[in-house]
């Protein structure tokens, strides 16, 4: 019987095989009650009753067809999180469906919102090229707001408002991070970007250790943004939507997962099987993907569909350096059964789309028309 071998491992090749015999890992997990209560347990972060604390309304403010707000509360841990609300010019009066609009990660903490909506001040410098490379150079959440929905953008732990400060990073992640700064040509945005990813390791163990994951901080400040999405009279709290680009996707997965409040979710450039990341795809991925506790419970592809026949929408890029084309297949096949076996396959589209790692215009619009029929945009 031939070996297969690894090239991240090498001579250990034979681990996985060990590990599979060990304890069975990736089961197919079928969507129901049952499997969403091992999704929550496995994440293993709930420190309360997912609401957020002291909300202030810091700002107002009305730029190109939308009216914002930047909002800011405490999730009881660390500095106070920041958002902006987002809503279409002339809708005063109404009640809007709402979406929370998920940042990625990109090894770029320094900030979180900024990445995909513009706020009152200048959008910063540092995240022009992203929005570039991954948006067609749009702030897609105030698109969105101008196509008739409330947009709640917060910043998540790490990120933006919730970032470590740098002074606070271990002496050893500063030195690497004004290394390798330096070589590329240091400035303060590359400096902080490159250093809070080292960095990320070191959280990642202080959440092993202390009993929980970094998926499951995340998730957590997740679900408290929804509840305060829900929360507000001029939102439509049975019609509340999620959308995210690749670690945005990750979280709208994580969302759709495991918050009821959520009736339709997109996850775009952020989809696989498990095994269809060994050996290709393991290195390019967040700490946030690989929550300890689920490996012996599902697959990925079984979490996001966990809460099926919930509306979902999956979106691929074909040629995406951070999977493999069989494994983003192999994921579709997987959670278009699980939609079947509950007798709902429409409410599963798997789309994809030629081209990389991306949420591009034609993506954005399609994911923008979705969301509208199903949280019922007039």
Known sequence: MSQTIYQDLGVYSELVGAAQRSRPLWPEARPGKATQKKVREALAFAPGDETPQDVRVEQRWEREGVVGELISWSVGYGPRTQAFYLRPVGSEGKTLPGIVSLHH?????????????????????????????????????????????????????????????????????????????????????????????????????????????????????????????????DVQSKALGCVGLSGGGLRAALLQATCPKIRASVVVGMMSTFPGLLDHNVVSHTWMLYPPAWMHHGDYADLVACRAPSPLLVQYDEADSLFTLEGMRAADARIARHYASVGKPESYLGQFYPGGHKFDLPMQNAAFDWLATRLGVR
């Open 105 to 233: 990660h990109g090894g770029f903490k320094l900030y979180g919102k900024e990445q995909i909506a513009d706020g009152p001040e200048t959008v910063p410098e540092s995240v022009a090229p992203s929005r570039g490379q991954y948006y067609g150079g749009r702030a897609y959440a105030n698109e969105l707001a101008r196509r008739g929905f409330a947009v709640l953008v917060h910043d998540i732990f790490l990120w933006g408002s919730r970032k470590f400060p740098l002074e606070t990073m271990t002496a050893l992640h500063q030195d690497r991070g004004k290394k390798m700064a330096l070589e590329s040509g240091a400035n303060p945005a590359q400096l902080y970007n490159v250093t809070a990813s080292f960095h990320e390791e070191l959280v990642a163990k202080y959440t092993t250790l202390l009993g929980t994951s970094l998926a499951g901080i995340i998730s957590y400040e997740d679900r408290v943004a929804a509840s305060y999405l829900a929360s507000r009279p």
